[in-house]
């Protein structure tokens, strides 16, 4: 039987080569079905069984790398379509309207809200280093998961989604700052889980299985 599609969206910006090795890793200890496929092809994005949008450094340049690489209407495509689709870090931020980073530049639009530049009296921005989870509401990336598990942050902005039921982990920073997100088959973690150990891996390994 041919082996299904995970692709991973290559835009020129993201962690591509941990996110494909830990996804490679759990292939590898689990036989999965799917092949790893790091990719800026839109027709691999758009026939692809899963999707991951890895994102690392700042919102203005990824919405414009996305913009050259032709890639938004794929990625508009695939979280339309019911594919199950995850964002890491930066894509989660992406999803939503727009930044405080890149002020006028639109995001992808895809859950409504904005991403706004986090306030922690007292504490470090970016905030980076391990924290835990505080889980809110279902999430099929969180399912078997120990209660409030750590996992492993470096960010200076957070998503404020207009609809607090897509929110489904919190992580406390100076007060409770979104952590994961999902809406039907789209689901976003704003932490690196391929850098988060045990917790993550299996976070990932979830997400294989949806």
Known sequence: MALKTLAIIDYGMGNLHSVSKAFAKLNAENGSEYAIVVTSDPAVIRSAGKVVLPGVGAFGDCMANLTSYGLIDSIKAVAGSGTPFMGICLGLQLLF???????????????????????????????????????????????????????????????????????????????????????????????????????GLAILANFLRS
């Open 97 to 199: 309207d727009g930044s405080e980073e890149a002020p006028g530049v639109p995001g992808l639009g895809i859950l409504p809200g904005m991403v706004r530049k986090l306030v922690a009296p007292g504490l470090k921005i970016p905030h980076m280093g391990w924290n835990n989870l505080e889980l809110k509401a279902a999430s099929p990336l969180f399912a078997k998961l120990p209660p409030a598990p750590y996992v492993y942050f470096v960010h200076s902005y957070h998503a404020v989604p207009d609809n607090p039921a897509v929110v489904t982990a919190v992580t406390m920073y100076g007060g409770a700052v979104t952590a994961a997100v999902g809406s039907g088959n789209v689901q976003a973690v704003q932490f690196h889980p391929e850098k988060s150990s045990a917790a």
